[in-house]
């Protein structure tokens, strides 16, 4: 027997103990199984495996058994079902360690809401708002005839806060707020995500708004919309000022703000070249990582901004995955991305196809964040 096989097994028998170990007022297993193990099974045309079909029958119906049992059923079974992949939430399988503690700590909402449009159906099925990002799951059925994705088949996004644009929420300099679309747990979903600019001169979203989304589906003329209620549920996060500036050569790397909540973590930095280089030349644009005390990286999730008509002042929001726990103190790395002389702008790479980077420890900064 292979090992993953085995571990097949071990899964069945974990599943089976943990719905016989679950406080119901009806024995399912046993009625369930009894039923399926005496119903002679008339469409199995490989007679060589009829056990294996039996059981993925049976299966089945468990599955549909528990969903209706719901409420009958312990904390431990329905976290054990919850990571069963088809009744798994778009946020707890995206990948986004942020919405997957939003889903784990019911810090999202799943309204729930359909739209059908010349035979196309659009799903909301969860919405996350922590005051710094909007992160909106959608869903279509699955259907066999599919050949693109969903991400893949939704353009020209246009949205509304309380019938408001969005963009009359941005600062005036810029003007635009941008709108991301992020890999959702399989290629029927996606996840939409937009942030305000705040920190940038522009408006804060309301703490509960009526968003309206309208979109383009490909092979449909006019656009879909769809109506989602969103609301932020954060009621702890920490939000520091620190101003902490540092110099380099023509750089100057001041940190303005930090914000720290459960899903996010939000750093607004600003930076001027005080010669006369600017930043519409993509080699001198500098991102950064951001450690807690420990050492541990947060990942990148998106990032935002814009400089000055004259390209030397640029102010940044960049959003990371958040801090498994507040940290005593967080380290911002600012770094470089080196580049081959020819193509001019294109990423030196390492042995992992991933681009090589430069830090500038002149310009690290660690911000003490629990006094």
Same mark, same amino acid.
């Given at each position: &027997? ?7 097994? $071990? ?16 024995? #399912? ?18 007679? =060589? ?13 468990? &599955? ?11 904390? /431990? &079974? ?8 088809? @009744? ?6 995206? *990948? +986004? #360690? *942020? ?10 909402? =799943? ?9 196309? !159906? ?7 708002? +922590? ?16 050949? $693109? ?31 991301? @679309?992020?890999?959702? =747990? %399989?290629?029927?979903? /996606?996840?939409?995500?937009?942030? +305000? ?9 309301? $703490? ?9 589906? !490909? ?7 769809? %109506? ?7 009621? +702890? ?23 720290? /909540? ?23 644009? &500098? ?45 911002? =790395?600012?770094?470089?991305? @080196? ?26 900064? /660690? ?5």
């Amino acid at each position: &027997m292979s090992i993953r096989s085995k571990l097949k097994d $071990e899964e069945m028998r974990q599943l089976e103990k943990s719905i016989r170990e679950t406080p119901v007022e009806i024995d #399912l297993v046993r009625s369930i199984m009894h039923k399926y193990e005496h119903k002679p099974i008339s469409l199995i045309t490989n007679k =060589k495996k009829p056990h294996k079909v039996v059981m993925v029958t049976a299966l089945a119906a468990m &599955m549909v058994c528990l969903l209706l049992i719901t409420p009958l059923i312990s904390p /431990t &079974m329905a976290a054990t079902i919850k990571h069963v992949p088809i @009744l798994s939430s778009i946020f707890s399988l995206a *990948g +986004d #360690l *942020g919405l997957k503690t939003a889903d784990e700590k019911g810090l999202s909402t =799943k309204p729930n809401t359909s739209v059908t449009h010349d035979g196309f !159906t659009l799903n909301v099925s969860e919405v996350a708002y +922590d005051g710094t990002r909007v992160s909106i799951g959608l869903e279509r059925p699955r259907t066999a005839s599919e050949t $693109e994705t969903l991400k893949e088949r939704l353009g020209n996004i246009e949205l509304f806060i309380n019938g408001a644009s969005i963009n009359d929420f941005a600062p005036s300099e810029s003007n635009h707020i941008g709108i991301f @679309l992020h890999p959702g =747990k %399989d290629k029927d979903s /996606t996840i939409i995500e937009f942030s +305000d600019k705040s920190n940038q001169g522009g408006l804060p979203f309301p $703490e509960q708004f009526d968003l309206t989304i309208y979109t383009h589906i !490909t092979g449909i003329q006019d656009p879909l919309k769809i %109506d989602v209620p969103v609301k932020n549920k954060i009621a +702890d996060s920490v939000t520091l000022q620190p101003n902490i500036s540092r110099q380099y050569n023509n750089i100057h790397f001041t940190v303005e703000q930090i914000k720290v /909540t459960p899903i996010t973590t939000n750093i607004t930095t600003r930076t001027i070249l005080t010669d006369n280089s600017t930043f519409i030349e993509p080699w001198l644009s &500098m991102g950064m990582d951001i450690f807690d005390e420990q050492g541990h990286k947060l990942e990148l999730i998106n990032g935002s901004g814009w400089h000055e008509s004259n390209g030397s002042e640029q102010i940044m929001d960049q959003r990371f995955t958040p801090f498994e726990f507040v940290p005593e103190s967080i380290t911002i =790395k600012p770094y470089i991305h @080196l580049f081959k002389e020819y193509p001019k702008g294109a990423f030196q790479m390492d042995e992992n196809n991933k681009p090589i980077i430069q830090y500038i420890p002149e310009l690290e900064v /660690t911000i003490p964040v629990r006094q």
